[in-house]
């Protein structure tokens, strides 16, 4: 068997570890293997590089490895949950800059004048996605890191500046096509670059999220693009995995929001930003109670549903809200968990998150699931989520939320409101759940409050 037949079959391995890593993280009992699966097939696909014809300085592409395994383990090992999102968009900028300077640096080494026509369109296909990439990944992370505001950056003729510098960029190309030359390659890089920014700056907090798996469709295509630049089929394999499943992921996550995709990248919606109070300008008044008498409310129900989201997820309360459910479920209290598909910040979010306090994925009952089984709930305790339970998705045909499907948490007997403020969530809208006369809100940390409840319970 001749070593180039030995390099194919193992490339054929690689990519079908890449699909079975897919497969399995599609369900949180076999995610663990498929993420094992992932980092074989990924493993096999460097150590196959190694073998390319004609690679040389092995020494720096060993240092390079190691300067990048001594950064990715201990960032994806001890970043906290709520920071996930931001990790992946830093991740998802460093595989679209990659993929660019794959195919600029590829361009650099050719005679650009005997290169054909598609061999150019396949250069700055990945050049410009992967800079739109990188550079709008860049502006996703600073804004879920806090760098900069959540808020829409809006400026007057925004939309016109756009479209100048898409229909720069476009021009560019086709000017490459017809004159190719690496100056006008760089300006068009530079462009792209220039435009990623533009088109992530109007885009508010509450649809980063949305925005970060767009990017991260884009940058599987860039990655699938330089695939046929360098003649790698598993390059090209595993940048269309990664394209389609964002894509995919982006579709999921625009209708849970009730929203399309252009509407989520032109509407500068979702100004809110963590971190900022809002107090309730309405002047209404709204019910609230102490520990003691929830404790008592949840202890002698019959069904209690346990609502997570974000503000669960800062206070690192999964564990805590699990013993309260053990707590309960040992008084005769049937619980589950429900769950929204954009709960927290990126799908899967609380999944994940209540996984780490070996919840039993059996009581995670996803939305559709869920809606049906809250008219026979007694009590639904919200902690720390707010536009996925806002009736005003249903009710207000004026709000931004309008048509986003929820949680139906109104139909409970009860509601119990974990909230540390009267601040709204991401979208800066006002729940008038929290309003409701069936609702009651008790003030405080998720994590501390949790625990006091547990206290209680066991006292009452």
Same mark, same amino acid.
């Given at each position: 068997?001749? $070593?180039?037949?030995?390099?194919?079959?193992?490339?054929? @391995?690689?990519? =079908?570890?890449?699909?079975?890593?897919?497969?399995?993280?599609?369900?949180?009992?076999? %995610?663990?293997?498929?993420?094992?699966?992932?980092?074989?097939?990924?493993?096999?696909?460097?150590?196959?590089?190694?073998?390319?014809?004609?690679?040389?300085?092995? #020494?720096?592409?060993?240092?390079?490895?190691?300067? #990048?395994?001594?950064?990715?383990?201990?960032?994806?090992?001890?970043?906290?949950?709520?920071?996930?999102?931001?990790?992946? %968009?830093?991740?998802?900028?460093?595989?679209?800059?990659?993929?660019?300077?794959?195919?600029?640096?590829?361009?650099?080494?050719?005679?650009?004048?005997?290169?054909?026509?598609?061999?150019?369109? +396949?250069?700055?296909?990945?050049?410009?996605?992967?800079?739109?990439?990188?550079?709008?990944?860049?502006?996703?992370?600073?804004?879920?890191?806090?760098?900069?505001?959540?808020?829409?950056?809006?400026?007057?003729?925004?939309?016109? =500046?756009?479209?100048?510098?898409?229909?720069?960029?476009? /021009?560019?190309?086709?000017?490459?096509?017809?004159?190719?030359?690496?100056?006008?390659?760089?300006?068009?890089?530079?462009?792209?670059?220039?435009?990623?920014?533009?088109?992530?700056?109007? $885009?508010?907090?509450?649809?980063? &999220?949305?925005? $970060?798996?767009? @990017?991260?469709?884009?940058?599987?295509?860039?990655?699938?693009?330089?695939?046929?630049?360098?003649?790698?089929?598993?390059?090209?394999?595993?940048?269309?995995?990664?394209?389609?499943?964002?894509?995919?992921?982006?579709? *999921?996550?625009?209708?849970? *929001?009730?929203?399309?995709?252009?509407?989520?990248?032109?509407?500068?919606?979702?100004?809110?930003?963590?971190?900022?109070?809002?107090?309730?300008?309405?002047?209404?008044?709204?019910?609230?109670?102490?520990?003691?008498?929830?404790? =008592?409310?949840?202890?002698?129900?019959?069904?209690?549903?346990?609502?997570?989201?974000?503000?669960?997820?800062?206070?690192?309360?999964?564990?805590?809200?699990?013993?309260?459910?053990?707590?309960?479920?040992?008084?005769?209290?049937?619980?589950?968990?429900?769950?929204?598909?954009?709960?927290?910040?990126?799908? #899967?979010?609380? !999944?994940?998150?209540?996984?780490?306090? !070996?919840? &039993?994925?059996?009581?995670?009952? +996803?939305?559709?699931?869920?809606?049906?089984?809250?008219?026979?709930?007694?009590?639904?305790?919200?902690?720390? /989520?707010?536009?996925?339970?806002?009736? /005003?998705?249903?009710?207000?045909?004026?709000?931004? $939320?309008?048509?986003? &499907?929820?949680?139906?948490?109104? +139909?409970?007997?009860?509601?119990?409101?974990?909230?540390?403020?009267?601040?709204?969530?991401?979208? #800066?809208?006002? !729940?008038?759940? *929290?309003?409701?006369?069936?609702?009651?809100?008790?003030?405080?940390?998720?994590?501390?409050?949790?625990? @006091?409840?547990?206290? %209680?319970?066991?006292?009452?």
């Amino acid at each position: 068997m001749s $070593i180039d037949t030995v390099i194919r079959i193992v490339d054929l @391995l690689a990519a =079908i570890c890449f699909i079975l890593a897919l497969k399995g993280l599609s369900n949180p009992k076999t %995610a663990q293997q498929g993420n094992i699966l992932g980092a074989l097939g990924m493993a096999v696909a460097i150590g196959l590089n190694f073998k390319t014809p004609g690679l040389h300085r092995f #020494g720096l592409i060993i240092l390079a490895m190691v300067i #990048g395994t001594a950064i990715g383990v201990p960032v994806a090992r001890y970043v906290k949950m709520t920071a996930v999102p931001q990790m992946v %968009a830093a991740f998802n900028g460093v595989g679209g800059g990659a993929a660019a300077l794959v195919a600029i640096s590829d361009f650099l080494q050719a005679k650009p004048k005997e290169l054909a026509v598609y061999q150019i369109v +396949e250069v700055l296909f990945g050049v410009i996605v992967g800079s739109v990439s990188f550079s709008g990944s860049v502006i996703a992370f600073a804004k879920l890191q806090e760098i900069m505001s959540g808020r829409p950056i809006t400026y007057p003729g925004q939309k016109i =500046i756009n479209a100048a510098l898409f229909a720069s960029i476009v /021009a560019g190309t086709i000017w490459l096509c017809t004159d190719p030359s690496w100056q006008l390659l760089l300006a068009v890089a530079l462009l792209s670059n220039v435009f990623g920014v533009a088109l992530v700056l109007p $885009i508010g907090g509450a649809d980063v &999220p949305v925005l $970060i798996s767009l @990017l991260n469709s884009f940058t599987g295509l860039a990655v699938a693009a330089s695939g046929f630049v360098l003649h790698s089929v598993l390059l090209v394999v595993a940048g269309t995995l990664v394209g389609a499943s964002g894509t995919l992921l982006t579709r *999921m996550m625009s209708q849970a *929001m009730g929203r399309s995709i252009v509407n989520i990248l032109f509407s500068a919606f979702g100004s809110a930003v963590i971190g900022e109070d809002s107090a309730d300008v309405t002047g209404r008044s709204v019910v609230s109670a102490g520990v003691e008498d929830v404790a =008592i409310l949840l202890a002698y129900s019959r069904k209690v549903a346990i609502v997570p989201g974000y503000g669960l997820a800062v206070a690192q309360a999964q564990h805590v809200v699990r013993e309260l459910a053990d707590l309960l479920e040992e008084r005769g209290v049937e619980v589950f968990y429900a769950i929204h598909p954009v709960a927290g910040r990126m799908p #899967g979010h609380m !999944n994940v998150l209540l996984a780490e306090a !070996n919840v &039993p994925y059996e009581k995670l009952h +996803e939305m559709e699931q869920a809606n049906t089984e809250f008219a026979t709930t007694d009590v639904a305790l919200v902690i720390g /989520a707010n536009d996925v339970v806002n009736p /005003a998705a249903k009710t207000s045909p004026g709000s931004p $939320i309008f048509g986003m &499907p929820i949680l139906n948490v109104d +139909e409970a007997k009860n509601v119990i409101f974990m909230k540390r403020s009267m601040r709204p969530g991401f979208t #800066g809208i006002e !729940n008038e759940l *929290m309003y409701s006369p069936g609702t009651t809100l008790l003030f405080g940390d998720a994590k501390d409050s949790l625990t @006091l409840l547990i206290n %209680a319970v066991k006292s009452s």
